[in-house]
C-alpha cells in the first residue's frame, strides 16, 4: 500500500520558518515525482507549489518561489518543504503526493499568524 505521512506543521508568526517532511512508503521512492500541495480554509485544494523527480524541481505558484525550498532524500524515502518568510495567506493543510497520484493523506496543518 502507498502511503504518505506529512509532518512538521504548526503555528508560526509571519517571517517565521518552518520545515515540513513527507515520509514515503509502499512503492519504489526513487520512480516516482513527488509534488506539494495545499489547502486553504474553506477553499479547495490548490493545483500543485512544487515538484520534484530526477528532471529537477519546478516551483509552479509565483507567490512561493524564493522562499519555499523543496528538497529530496531518497535514502530516506523523504521530502522536505523548508519554508521561509512565511506570511498570513501561506495558512493551509499541506500535502504530499505522488505523481501520477495516489491516494491524499491528512496533511499537515500551517497557521501563520500574531
Known amino acids: 500500500e502507498v502511503q504518505l505521512v506529512e509532518s512538521g506543521g504548526g503555528l508560526v508568526q509571519p517571517g517565521g520558518s518552518l520545515r515540513l517532511s513527507c515520509v514515503a512508503s509502499?512503492?519504489?521512492?526513487?520512480?516516482?515525482?513527488i509534488a506539494w500541495f495545499r489547502q486553504a480554509p474553506g477553499k479547495e485544494r490548490e493545483g500543485v507549489l512544487c515538484i520534484s523527480s530526477y528532471e529537477g524541481t519546478t516551483y509552479y505558484d509565483d507567490s512561493v518561489k524564493g522562499r519555499f525550498t523543496f528538497s529530496r532524500d531518497n535514502a530516506k524515502n523523504t521530502v522536505y518543504l523548508q519554508m521561509n518568510d512565511l506570511k498570513p495567506e501561506d495558512t493551509a493543510v499541506y500535502y504530499c503526493?505522488?505523481?501520477?497520484?495516489?491516494?491524499w493523506g491528512q496533511g499537515t496543518q500551517v497557521t501563520v499568524s500574531s
Open positions: 503526493n505522488t505523481f501520477p497520484l495516489g491516494a
Open positions: 509502499g512503492f519504489i521512492f526513487d520512480d516516482y515525482a
